[in-house]
């Protein structure tokens, strides 16, 4: 029987007289990789912010990886992944003292540091690379590493967000035979990506407009349903009937 890591009903986040995510109701199961879609404005980044345990929910309830996103979003935020657009990591430090800075940061003791850092270093062919400053690896070198640093401590779930902003399409294809890899892992894929033929490689998506999910399906299903032939169609199709801009 398959496992739910992220439950998610109603939820939703006003500021002021604007409500960002309306009432959003959805789950992810374990090892499953989850494209979480929208154009800009949408509210996916919103939604995102509240399942990460950054951001408050204004109403609505959720669990993720196994903790209440309301009382306990501080114990969310250390057994999660995260890796945002710009990569999150130290420019000014080495490749090494960037693996360091954040295995300490999720908790791991120096040995088990060291231990990770030298497979890791290893499994990414980086051994050069070791005392290089992050700001001198090319840009898909650092996407490689961003994401490695993100699941170093083998979390349940990883939040990527739009990781393949800016790189080219055969480093793109690197990146997700990552994706595939941590979850023959077991590890929860949840990525937002604006590339839809990325959209294609998951294994459920769903598409946001104006603060609601209005679609939520495997690729082959949503593009049956919408009569398309690529994900690409089936996101204008949707996109068409926003509202709201950026």
Not at 81 to 92: A, P, T, V
Not at 184 to 197: A, E, L, N, R, S
Request: glycine share 8%.
């Amino acid at each position: 029987m398959s496992t739910r890591v992220i439950e998610v009903t109603d939820l939703t986040k006003k500021f002021g007289n604007f409500t960002a995510v309306d009432h959003i109701t959805f789950d992810v199961e374990e090892g499953e990789i989850f494209g979480f879609l929208g154009a800009n404005g949408a509210g996916k980044t919103t939604a995102m912010q509240m399942l990460c345990g950054i951001s408050m929910p204004t109403a609505g309830a959720g669990t993720v990886a196994g903790y209440d996103i309301i009382r306990e979003n501080e114990l969310i935020k250390r057994n999660i992944g995260y890796m945002s657009q710009k990569f999150s990591l130290y420019e000014d430090l080495r490749v090494w003292e960037n693996i360091r800075l954040f295995g300490g940061i999720y908790g791991l003791t120096d040995k088990v540091i060291a231990t990770k850092t030298d497979a890791l270093l290893e499994r990414l062919n980086f051994r050069e690379e070791r005392n290089t400053m992050v700001k001198y690896l090319p840009l898909g070198w650092k996407q490689k590493l961003a994401f490695s640093v993100a699941i170093f401590h083998e979390p349940k779930i990883v939040f990527l967000d739009e990781p393949t902003g800016g790189v080219d399409p055969a480093m793109r294809r690197q990146f997700w035979e990552m994706i595939y890899e941590a979850a023959d892992q077991g590890i929860t894929v949840f990525v937002t990506t604006h590339y839809m033929d990325e959209a294609e490689y998951c294994n459920r998506v769903s598409i946001m407009v104006d603060g609601r999910i209005d679609a939520l399906d495997t690729p082959a299903e949503l593009r049956r349903q919408f009569n398309a032939d690529s994900m690409d169609e089936v996101f204008r199709q949707l996109a068409r009937k926003a509202k709201r801009g950026d």
